[in-house]
């Protein structure tokens, strides 16, 4: 099992680009979600998807859209990066019971992506 | 808005001491869990604790839970230098007006364990 894997690992990009982070889990997990973590921050929600076929919004997500492409892949899009979205970016996994909340998150490695 | 606020924000010890991390939150909670997070890494869980509980153990880790002050201790015995990450306290509360539950995450303590 790979768990959860996050391509690229380093992006650069110039204010006004776009690109898509991808997220894939192996874990036949429900539920995904995407965090930035920023110096001194912690870890925000920017989205997430509960299941196949749904997504909502978390606490920070302007400027961004997801896309929950099957039970396996959640991606993350930035159409017009902005230096504030310099940050690195964590998706993550769980498994979620109807009633039971437990919600043990399974992280990927992280994306490092600076917007100059 | 963050909900868990760990204390202290960094934490430098021995070898073979106790380490102790602090989280406090708002809301009433579900459960609460303790990650660690190793440089430049994605985070590991490590314990959860329900709001019914009031103590857990694994291993060298034990995490009390006091509903009534709302706050929570990790206790890392025997540290070791391998212990040296950022730890992390997550609550999962309801959702407001969703149904639903969020995990939401500290800042973190950052651990230094001096061989």
């Known amino acids: 099992n790979a768990g959860v894997t996050q391509t690229p690992k380093f992006q650069v990009l110039k204010t006004g680009q776009s690109m898509t982070l991808q997220c894939a889990q192996d874990m036949n997990h429900n539920s995904m979600y995407w965090y930035r973590q920023d110096p001194g921050m912690g870890l925000r929600l920017i989205y997430y998807?509960?299941?196949?076929?749904?997504?909502d919004k978390g606490e920070v997500p302007n400027g961004y859209n997801v896309s929950r492409l099957n039970k396996r892949e959640f991606s993350l899009r930035l159409e017009s990066a902005a230096p504030s979205q310099t940050s690195v970016y964590f998706c993550a996994s769980s498994f979620i019971l109807a009633g039971d909340y437990s919600d043990e998150q399974y992280f990927g490695p992280g994306t490092r992506l600076t917007v100059t | 808005s963050q909900q868990g606020e760990e204390d202290p924000q960094a934490l430098s010890i021995q070898e073979g001491e106790n380490a102790t991390m602090n989280c406090s939150y708002k809301t009433s909670i579900n459960n609460l869990q303790w990650y660690r997070q190793n440089s430049g890494r994605g985070l590991v869980h490590l314990i959860l604790i329900r709001s019914n509980e009031r103590e857990k153990h694994s291993g060298r880790l034990r995490v009390t839970l006091d509903t009534s002050k709302k706050s929570s201790s990790l206790l890392i015995t025997a540290s070791r230098a391998a212990d040296t990450a950022s730890y992390f306290c997550a609550t999962v509360a309801a959702r407001s007006g969703a149904g639903s539950y969020q995990l939401t995450f500290g800042k973190g303590t950052k651990l230094s364990v001096i061989p």
């Open positions: 998807s509960a299941s196949e076929g749904t997504t």
